[in-house]
Nanobody
Framework: VQLQASGGGLVQAGGSLRLSCAAS????????MGWFRQAPGKDRELVGS?????????YYAEAVKGRFTISRDKAKNTVYLQMNMLKPEDTAVYYC????????????WGQGTQFTVSS
């Protein structure tokens, strides 16, 4: 699976931003799509994930629960990360990734997109 993330930039605290991740190269029926982030000096962390097929609710990390929403557009083979009520601590490079549904590790990664939340 090839992944292309986009949508980074600069936004003020309290604002909103949407990231996109376009997938190609393989049908995603048995995949999980994840969004990760890595802030300067910190480890990469999972922000949230969504199962491509079915009606399973997305997973969200506690730090973003209630503010971020993951969705998918099957027709466009694209996953979105809608981020609201942004905080300076959300500043990071964001990555999308994919893995087969019952595997532990994500094995395909997008190139990362940076955005900064100013206070």
């Amino acid at each position: 699976v090839q992944l292309q993330a986009s949508g980074g930039g600069l936004v003020q605290a309290g604002g909103s931003l949407r990231l996109s991740c376009a997938a190609s190269g393989r049908t995603l029926s048995y995949y999980v799509m994840g969004w990760f982030r890595q802030a300067p000096g910190k480890d990469r962390e999972l922000v949230g994930s969504i199962v491509w097929s079915g009606n399973i609710s997305p997973y969200y990390a506690e730090a973003v629960k209630g503010r971020f929403t993951i969705s998918r557009d099957k027709a466009k083979n694209t996953v979105y990360l809608q981020m609201n009520m942004l905080k300076p601590e959300d500043t990071a490079v964001y990555y999308c990734a994919s893995k087969r549904r019952y595997e532990l590790n994500y094995d395909s990664w997008g190139q990362g997109t940076q955005f900064t939340v100013s206070s």
